[in-house]
């Protein structure tokens, strides 16, 4: 089966990249932060402190769930797709990807995914931890001022209240606790290709990893 892995900080475009790169190679999409969302979710709705690592982990035997293709997550059967989204799940979800216990607990769940099926899996660690040998390795990047007004732009039609420079800060405070946590950080493989989008639009950036997957696979992988 083949994996191709899509790493990069927050907001840099890399879910909706990465859906519409596996839509164009017939591959099925793992979105891993919506795994992590998830967790927090829990945690949150069970009155637990992120930020109490064990008590974080006495959840997980609670806790299924389950990425469906049309893109609907479920969180014990119930549909949490929007509420994962939530500013408190956003102000939150750092603290328990920073959490060792997860994060052994999901990268499970990952390489599982890639069993049976080939997968464009999008997250932090995914060439370098989850699947260091992964077929194709993207670090898609975008400069955060851009990355920011894409954000921005975003919670506007969502109708989540905020600032532009609230969405820059709160990027960079995410950046930087992933990238600086000891377990797992976010950081770009020795080998895998780095696609900046700062200037890219969707489709132009999706035309790039395909063309460097076919070009790493030697295969016609589009359509
Ligand atoms: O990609 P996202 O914004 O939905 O990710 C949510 C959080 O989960 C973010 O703080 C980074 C973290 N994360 C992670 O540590 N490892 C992954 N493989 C995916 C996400």
Known sequence: MVVVAIDGPSAAGKSTVAKGVAKRI?????????????VT????E??????????????????QIE??????????GKDVTLDIRKQEVVANVSFVAANKGVRLFLVDLQRKMADDKSIV??????????????DVKIFQVADVKERAKRRYKENLLKGIEC????????LQRRDYIDSHREFAPLTKADDAIEVDTSFMTIEESIEEIIRIIKNKLGDNKDE
């Open 26 to 38: 017939g591959y099925v999409y793992v979105d891993t932060g919506a795994m992590y969302r998830c």
């Open 41 to 44: 979710l829990f945690a949150l």
């Open 46 to 63: 069970n009155n637990v402190d992120c930020r109490k690592d064990e008590e974080v982990v006495k959840l997980l035997p609670n806790i």
């Open 67 to 76: 990425l469906c293709v049309d893109g609907r997550v479920l969180l014990n």
């Open 121 to 134: 899996m999008d997250g932090r660690d995914i060439g370098t931890y989850v699947f260091p040998n992964a």
């Open 163 to 170: 600032t532009l420079e609230f969405v820059e800060q709160d």
